[in-house]
């Protein structure tokens, strides 16, 4: 069981390009998070969705874009890369019937120079 | 919104001793309460989670209690092993009041001296 899995592992990007990290989960879960760590700042939610097609804001969403084609993938986008993204971003998913369990990917480690 | 704080943020211990890591959170209608452990260079893993129905819970050598009153939360480590060492979060949120992910502490580095 693969659990959720993201790629890629590693990314160094220049400022002002894009990319996307991807996101997937095999548990047919309904709940799915984009999380980012930085030192000694815990976890900050970007965005989440509910379910295909929904998506909302977290706590630090600018940036960020997000969409949810269907169940099992959750990809996160940045479209003019800063230094200020330079972080870990983590995917996670849950679901509905345990409240707010939810089950975080290895991560993504991206330098944005 | 909800507000976590996590102590201590460095914690180091002698192996085979007893740790302790505390978490406070501000919103009363916060009724679940989960723990990761985050090894180097991995994502969170969920070790232990306590709702608020229960004071306590056990599992082998983790425990967590909650006290509702005092809108706190422990972990407690025993006979610490040298596989202990990593960082740990608390977080807190209304299960099934939202899906707007778990509001979590700045973390806990634990340091298993041998």
């Known amino acids: 069981n693969a659990g959720v899995t993201q790629t890629p592992k590693f990314r160094i990007l220049k400022i002002g390009q894009s990319m996307t990290l991807q996101c997937t989960q095999d548990?047919?879960?309904?709940?799915m998070y984009w999380y980012r760590q930085d030192p000694g700042m815990g976890l900050k939610l970007i965005y989440y969705s509910v379910g295909a097609g929904i998506t909302d804001k977290g706590e630090v969403p600018n940036g960020y874009n997000v969409s949810r084609s269907t169940t099992e993938d959750f990809p996160l986008r940045l479209e003019l890369a800063a230094p200020s993204q330079t972080s870990v971003y983590f995917c996670?998913?849950?679901?509905?019937?345990?409240?707010?369990?939810?089950?975080f990917g290895e991560g993504s480690w991206l330098t944005v120079v | 919104g909800e507000n976590v704080e996590q102590h201590p943020s460095t914690l180091s211990v002698q192996e085979g001793d007893s740790a302790v890591i505390k978490c406070t959170y501000s919103d009363s209608a916060s009724n679940y309460f989960p723990w990761y452990k985050q090894e180097l260079g991995k994502g969170p893993q969920l070790i232990i989670d306590?709702?608020?129905?229960?004071g306590e819970k056990k599992d082998q050598r983790i425990a967590v209690t909650l006290n509702k009153t005092a809108k706190h939360f422990s972990l407690h480590i025993t006979e610490t092993q040298p596989e202990d060492s990593a960082v740990y979060f608390c977080?807190?949120?209304?299960?099934?009041?939202?899906?707007?992910?778990?509001?979590f502490g700045k973390g806990t580095h634990l340091i298993i001296q041998p």
């Open positions: 977080a807190a949120s209304r299960a099934g009041g939202g899906a707007d992910g778990l509001t």
């Open positions: 548990m047919n879960h309904n709940y």
């Open positions: 996670a998913s849950g679901p509905v019937s345990s409240g707010n369990t939810i089950y």
């Open positions: 306590i709702r608020s129905n229960v």
